[in-house]
């Protein structure tokens, strides 16, 4: 492929990923194990989006869910997971679903 080709993709590229679009995102329950006591939180983003978290919003669905089991409380581990769903040849990735775990508490 010729690098003035590649350069303007990469300019475009980049010009969009600066245009991102903040989106209000609500997180959903995507897994967990009631023996183990956890829960997985998730959220899908796309390359254009700019994600608005509500973190009170994501501890008491966890909540919520830890209490339906019998436990007391909950805690979140450290740190997201982001795991890419959607690439393309030019842009890299797309669509990336990112997932936080909590902890339930006795």
Do not use: H
């Not at 989006?49 to 973190?55: A, H, M, R, S, T």
């Not at 581990?77 to 936080?100: E, N, P």
């Amino acid at each position: 492929m010729d690098i003035k080709v590649i350069s303007v993709v990469l300019v475009v590229a980049l010009t969009l990923v600066g245009c991102a679009t903040p989106v209000q995102k609500d997180w959903s329950a995507t897994g967990g194990s009631k023996s183990d006591g956890t829960i997985r939180l998730s959220y899908q983003a796309t390359l254009y989006e700019k994600p608005i978290l509500d973190e009170s919003q994501a501890l008491r669905l966890a909540e919520t869910r830890c209490k339906s089991w019998g436990y007391s409380s909950v805690e979140a581990f450290g740190g997201v997971v982001t795991q890419c769903q959607q690439v393309d040849a030019y842009l890299g990735c797309t669509a990336s679903l990112v997932t936080k775990e909590y902890q339930c508490i006795d």
